[in-house]
């Protein structure tokens, strides 16, 4: 079973530009729970796990605009990697590193 607890740096690339945000998974089973932090503030995060196959999904808003960023990837030792579906907004790609 896939071991995902601990702090992960997020990287994503959209159309235009990038961010780097990061994460604190915490695993219970196939179940995901945590935080994320980007420049938008610090959110709850829920998700699963399947084997290596990881989604996320993560609600993001500023002022009075939202959406939820939803992460799809897989695990490959310590990276996370995959598509992210931001809704109207597009999608992107990102990477996560484990850093703790």
């Not at 999904?57 to 995959?82: A, C, I």
Request: proline residues 1%; without cysteine.
């Amino acid at each position: 079973m896939s071991d995902l607890n601990g702090a992960w740096k997020v990287q994503i690339r959209f159309v235009r530009g990038a961010a780097e945000h990061s994460m604190q998974l915490e695993q219970s089973g196939d179940e995901i729970r945590g935080g994320y932090r980007s420049q938008y503030g610090a959110r709850e995060l829920r998700g699963s796990v399947s084997g290596g196959n990881v989604q996320l999904r993560v609600p993001v808003h500023y002022e009075s605009v939202g959406t939820t960023y939803s992460f799809s990837g897989q695990l490959d030792g310590d990276v996370l990697r995959g598509k992210v579906d931001l809704g109207e907004y597009g999608t992107g790609t990102w990477e996560a590193q484990r850093v703790g």
